[in-house]
Nanobody, 124 residues
């Protein structure tokens, strides 16, 4: 079992930055692929970024690739999402998730554990 708690969301102006954190508790965090997903009002959940257990591989949605950076600190059981040059269309609830393997990382159905999410609002 892995429990995930996100933090770091808030309200920011367009062009600003935020860093989200996802703290994990439970067993074997360092073995899991970690992903970030988001859901805007009236829209479905979409993939944002993922990182392999070792940190050696990452994947991003095209729209965030040059603006967001995912990283992890296995010693602290935490994964981060650094978000720069934020746009109003980035407004959403951001959730972190964990899956046991590095396959189909953009597919939310592959993830076993989910956090409750943190709200990010970008004003224009």
């Amino acid at each position: 079992q892995v429990q995930l708690v996100e933090s770091g969301g808030g309200v920011v102006q367009a062009g600003g930055s935020l860093r989200l954190s996802c703290a994990a508790s439970g067993s074997s965090f360092s073995r899991y692929t970690m992903g970030w997903f988001r859901q805007a009002p009236g829209k479905g959940r979409e993939f944002v970024a993922a990182i392999r257990w070792s940190g050696g591989d990452t994947a991003y949605q095209d729209s965030v690739k040059d603006r967001f950076t995912i990283s992890r600190d296995n010693a602290k059981n935490t994964v981060y999402l650094q978000m720069n040059s934020l746009k109003p269309e980035d407004t959403a609830v951001y959730c972190c998730a964990a899956e046991a393997v590095w396959t189909n990382v953009a597919d939310s159905s592959k993830y076993e554990y989910w956090g409750q999410g943190t709200q990010v609002t970008v004003s224009s």
